[in-house]
């Protein structure tokens, strides 16, 4: 195979995963019964070709000796059935593909290995599902990837703002600029929209190289041809090199790429120009039936889906073929036949200021290793982005005050003006109890609600090198921690004057003071949860478990002697604890006193009395307030840490 320089070019590609013991001693006993089984045999060329599913010494195949190229200016597919190695192939090449499993071969960009440094600001990455915020329309989705990816130094608020609009008239996107992504709920653009979108945000900065994973999933033909036309377009205009894996596409589709690679049990079967691939099979006695689509008959020929010894021999034939003589046989139908449209002395066209751009991309490649935007202009951009979410979702603002109205009927009703009886005394107690815990449990719900999407575009965004996992943190506390205040503060306020808890200014405010601080240890477990555990599911198990043991081990329920000395921490570090007994405190401190019949049994007289009863006067209001904040910055240390490392986009390049 004659490889330029330029571009990605990988060399007998590897990939191996250990098996389960199980499956890797019935790999071996099928094994000793028909040696044929797991034999691996290797051509010439370091192709590897084999006759089984792939298995050997406990290790099951994936990839075994591919190789290709995709230069600058080039459009490339890896094709493939189901399960035959291209999602793996797209994963190796980007550097997405997992630790467990052994990776062997050569892969360079440009002549060079991939560097780590620079790496993740050259190729751009178009997943499968396409993960957009559904609030934000296409233009702004576009222009804040734009304002992340686009270096300050070599880019003015209006330069990018030209790229920004570039980027949307090259992916035809200018209709729809304007409208909402959609969520779940609301119907936002079209699903080819949203593929372009999702490649608007790669596109729009300086990548060299454009990966995707399967971008015509879900659309239709139209939308499906229309997505690949615009990329080779784009591919040439701008010179980039554009690797895609694609599941069937059709024949006008398969015509538009430089060349194809097809994928069989993890081996090349073809890799050149799509017109050359109908020569090619021919030649083997395989040339298309008509009436079929090439690109179908190309795929499913190379899998023994008949389960047959012909089939498999069929298949068998093509690899080995392929690893014999298919370059050679491509290499001299270009000589005989050469290809009217070679990109070969394609030059870049003005769509976008070739000069400046090419200026901008050395600086760029200069500049690589550090992060496009300064910190503080990161944390401004995200910080804007989750408020602009956070008004435009109204299920949000009507939910919260909804709740807030359901709670002051149902917790301010059900305490309503109580009085100095023994009866009111202990619904005191109750009251005091209730409502932080109501804190905890509908804030930390509604609190990690919405991370788990967000921390996969997280996960993408900094795939790409666009900011650091402290500003989008940040971001997120900035408008969490003000905006649960407002909204729950007004719940506090009602329900503290319906309830009659102690008149005058210094209770009410420490009041106040102290529902807001467990407030926070509520957002800090929000957080922590929603930070650390990647799925809603989980999410949903971990929360209440979290604050019912919070609930159980911090409050009246079980006093402080009755709980064993194995589970005493857990009393320490729940925050209900501290704002139970501070509030506690400021309720039945001072010289409170409570009306006890004549010949009652047992009466709490004055607040003390309650107080020592329930062992609540350990710490101080101020040192339970201490404790409130500490234990929510350590919820809010959890939180940072699970996205830091949990959400950590991983690279693994050898
Ligand atoms: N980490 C892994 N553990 C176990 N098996 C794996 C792993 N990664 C890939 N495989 C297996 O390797 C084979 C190739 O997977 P891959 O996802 O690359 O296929 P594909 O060609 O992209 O298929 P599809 O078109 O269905 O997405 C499949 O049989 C898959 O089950």
Redesign the pocket.
Known sequence: MSLSASGLRWENLR?S?PLPKKAAAEARARAAVDPTDSTLEKSETGNVQTSDS?IDAGM?H??RGISGEVRRGEMVA?L????????????ALSTRI?K??ELGGTITFDGKPRNPASWKRTVGYVE?DDQLFGLLSVRETIEYAASLRLPAKLFSEADKQARVDTTIKSLRLEKAQHTRIGTPGARGVSGGERKRTSIAVELVSDVSLLML??PTSGLDAFAAANAIELLKNISRERQIAVLM?I?QPSFAVLSLFDKISL?AR?AVYYNGPPHIAEAWFESLGYGTPKGVSPPDHYITMAEAFEKTPEAEARVLGLLSAWAERGEAFVASYEKDYPASSSIDGHSPSNTIDAKRDVEQHAGAERDQASWPTPWHKELAILTHRVWLQLIRDKSVLFAGIGQTVALCIFIGFAYFRLGNSQSDVLARVGALFIVPVNAAFAVTFATYAPFPLERSIIIRERSGGQYRTTSAYLAKMLVTLPSTVVSTIVYYIVIYWMIGFRAGAGPFFIWIGITQLQVLSAIGQGFAIGCAVPSITLAGVLAPLVNVVAMLFGSSLLPLSSIPPWFIWLHWISPLSYSFAALAQNEFGGDRTFECSAGAAQCYRTGADVLAQYDLQRFGIGACAGFLVLLSSAYFILGYIGLRFGGHPRFRYA
């Open positions: 990939y995963i792939g099951r994936i990839l890896i493939g059935a189901s399960g035959a190695g291209k999602t793996t192939a797209l994963n997992g467990t499993g499968q994973d399967e894996t599941h994928l993890g």
